[in-house]
């Protein structure tokens, strides 16, 4: 299609008096929206082209503003408006010379829109361009967006055309640049009286994170920030935990030792004697860590008055460094809150930890009537700094509830505990309870709800603080649970580990003592023989050499049994696959060994157990059966674990004991009775099959990681 060379007129008012109008428009107050909307009607009645269209930069993208144009139909102008906001905004940064339109601060002509790589296809194709003029809108050096007039077939576009919109397009800028400064400075303003007002908050009674959630909104407006972030330290660090945010750009929690080397060691050297604010400019954050930030970001320390660091507050910005009197006044703000952290920190923590200790001390087996004087006397010193008092502590764990702290769950603690394991995502907060003012937070142990902690408000009721201290206290005593069952579990290891190294050592004088003595018979009742010639004397050599023989075979397959006995730290499936090669290695027996569902790893006591189960399922097969075959599966279903052996041999026959009471049987059964496990023998008639049934609900299971 070839591009018109000539076409009517396309002024249709005077450059006079249209740039008059424009001077009147930016010179008027009007919001921001009804400002680009005027010069898009401006550029059209000057230029007569098809459309004009206003892009405002927002985060290195060309934002759509302003859609004008010639169409007559209301409702068409209403879906092009509305298909203009659909599109993805038009990154500066995909195309090089995007950038250049504002570099070179001139307009440009787009005779043909389709062959430009500066126009995207999308808005191509979406407003059927032709040809148009883009011209740069800046305030000084600052771009801040782009004026388009386009017509919808491809055109020569003659130089006064786009003269003149580039005229309107610098009177545009001027007005938005101004515009947003002024909306700038009018929001600040208002912040620094928000924040201002904000002080008052600091002589109230609310506890230091109430205090910081009623800070965080003032110190973004009167900043200028994108987000603030109120973090205390814990302990002495480096991990923190965030009191109150507002679009952060940091988790809630996390560890300063995260941060990256350069970005530490500038923190640590600006605040090493004296914390004071301090600016990271996107440049500097950019060399320092791999984040890229359109604009800075500011910390403000939370420090005592010896200078000791509570903790932070971070800051970002979109542009520049805020004004100095909003950074001093920000300073005293942190400096207070500061001061309310470290007065309440002290209280609250008192107060939670005289809690705990009555749970810990049960829970260790001491009385806990010897603290309640103690405990009152805390109260008494530092007043009631928790807002409530714990009434309950129930677990669903039999061993527990022999301390007399611990109480069985009721119907309404079982139906707390479903509601919180039925929550997707891990969210598990405190719930209320039966009666007003009761609140229960769930006691977990390795993500398994096995308890419930329940507290009654001393006062009106517990605030959302005061409900996450309950969490808190039930968190605590969860792990406290959860130590104490990794100290029997390591104290279960360490004895199975004994007992394995014992049989290793048992195997190996068995092999080094009975076995040589085996051996050097078997060599003696040879040279006997030879030497007995025909006499009767040779029978009974040759008897003895075929008994040291069978001694030596059944010594080796029982120092390969006990070598064999101990788990491997891979898990259970490869001690088992083993288990079966060293079996079929040593006794000629094929062995086939399936796992179905029984990948995930299990707890170490049950693996245990299940792997001594198959090791004297398969001793006793070999003293026993006689059998030439074995199979053993292991499957793992939604309620139990259950592991079957099963050979071809003679089965139980005429055994006098049915029921599996020999030693091997009572061992295996040993064996799985700490973990709720049972033994079943079935009659295969031929062989036996031996059924080892674990429930996944026990309490061992439920404490599986």
């Known amino acids: 299609m070839a591009i018109p060379t000539e076409h009517p007129p396309l002024f249709l008012r005077q450059d006079a008096a249209l740039l008059r109008e424009a001077a009147r428009a930016a010179a008027e107050q009007v919001d921001l929206r009804g400002l680009v909307e005027r010069f ?52 500066l940064d995909e195309v090089p010379e995007r950038r250049l339109i504002f570099d070179l601060g001139e307009p440009l002509a787009i005779h043909d829109a389709r062959a430009s790589e500066l126009v995207p296809d999308s808005w191509v194709d979406t407003f059927e361009l032709g040809a148009l003029v883009v011209a740069p809108l800046k ?81 973004a407006r009167a900043l200028g920030a994108d987000g603030v972030s109120i973090c205390l330290l814990e302990g002495t660090g480096p991990r923190w935990r965030t009191l109150a945010a507002l679009n952060p750009a940091i988790p809630k929690r996390g560890s300063l030792a995260d941060l990256a080397s350069p970005l530490q060691q500038f923190i640590a ?37 010896d200078r000791a660091l509570l903790g932070f507050v971070l800051v970002t910005l979109p542009e520049g460094e805020p004004p100095a009197p909003a950074v001093e006044l920000a300073r005293a703000l942190t400096a207070h809150l500061a001061a309310a952290i470290e007065r309440a920190h002290l209280q609250e923590n008192l107060a939670l930890e005289t809690e705990r200790l009555r749970g810990l001390c049960a829970l260790w087996g001491f009385e806990t009537e010897a603290l309640e004087s ?10 009631p700094a928790l807002g409530f008092t714990v009434v309950r502590v129930s677990v669903a764990d039999d061993d527990l509830r022999s301390l007399a702290y611990f109480s069985e769950p009721d119907d309404l603690d079982r139906q707390l505990m479903a509601r919180w394991s039925r929550r997707r995502g891990g969210a598990r907060d405190p719930l209320p309870a039966c009666a007003p003012g009761e609140l229960a937070a769930p006691l977990t142990v390795r993500g398994k709800v096995i308890g419930v902690v329940r507290a009654r408000a001393r006062h009106s009721g517990i605030s959302q603080r005061e409900a996450e201290m309950l969490n808190a206290l039930a968190a605590a005593f969860g792990r406290a649970i959860e130590q104490e069952r990794e100290r029997r579990e390591a104290r279960h290891k ?14 190996a004088r068995l092999h080094d003592t009975v076995g040589r003595l085996l051996y050097a018979l078997h060599l003696r009742a040879g040279t006997l023989k030879l030497a007995a010639g ?42 088992l696959e083993r288990l079966v090669s060293d079996f079929q290695d040593s006794h000629e027996i094929a062995v086939s060994l399936a796992v179905d569902g029984a990948d995930q790893p299990l707890p170490q006591k049950v693996e245990d157990a299940l792997f001594r189960v198959a090791g004297e399922a398969l001793a006793n ?43 091997g049987i009572e061992l295996a059964r040993r064996a799985l009775a700490p973990v709720g496990g049972l033994i079943e023998l079935l009659d295969g008639a031929p062989g036996l099959e031996l059924v080892a049934r674990v429930p996944t609900r026990s309490s061992s299971l439920e404490v599986a990681p």
């Open 374 to 383: 103690y405990s009152a006397a805390i109260e008494d010193a530092i007043g």
């Open 40 to 91: 898009a009607d401006l550029t059209i009645q000057a230029t007569g082209s098809f459309r004009a269209t206003v892009f405002l930069i927002e985060n290195d993208t060309l934002v759509l503003w302003a859609n004008q144009s010639r169409e007559s139909d209301p409702e068409k102008r209403q879906r092009n408006w509305e298909r203009g906001l659909a599109l993805e905004g038009i990154h």
């Open 139 to 219: 305030a000084g050096a600052e771009p801040l967006g782009l004026l388009v007039a386009d017509w919808p077939e491809r055109r020569e576009i003659d130089a006064s055309i786009v003269e003149t919109i580039g005229a309107i397009g610098s009177s545009l800028g001027l007005a938005v640049g101004n515009a947003v400064l002024t909306r700038r400075e009018k929001e600040r303003n208002n912040a620094l009286q928000a924040l201002l007002a904000a002080t008052t908050v600091l002589g109230s009674s609310d506890g230091f994170e109430d205090l910081a959630s009623s800070l965080t909104e003032p110190l």
């Open 621 to 663: 097969i070999e003293r026993h059966a006689q059998a030439s075959r074995v199979t053993i599966s292991l499957d793992r279903r939604d309620a139990e674990i259950v592991l079957r052996v099963r050979d071809d041999g003679l089965g139980l026959g005429g055994s006098t004991s049915p029921g599996g009471t020999g030693l």
């Open 534 to 575: 025909e006499s009767p004397l040779a029978g009974e050599a040759d008897q003895i050499e075929k008994l040291a023989r069978s001694g030596l075979s059944g010594l080796r397959r029982a120092v390969a049994t006990l070598a064999s006995m101990r788990i491997d730290d891979r898990g259970l499936v490869p001690s």
């Open 269 to 305: 050297e600006q605040w090493k004697d004296d914390p004071q604010p301090m600016v990271v400019s996107a440049d500097d954050l950019a060399r320092m860590t791999s984040e890229r930030r359109a604009g800075p970001i500011m910390l403000l320390p939370l420090a005592t008055t």
């Open 494 to 507: 360490e004895l199975d580990l004994a007992l394995a190294d014992e049989r290793e050592r048992v195997a």
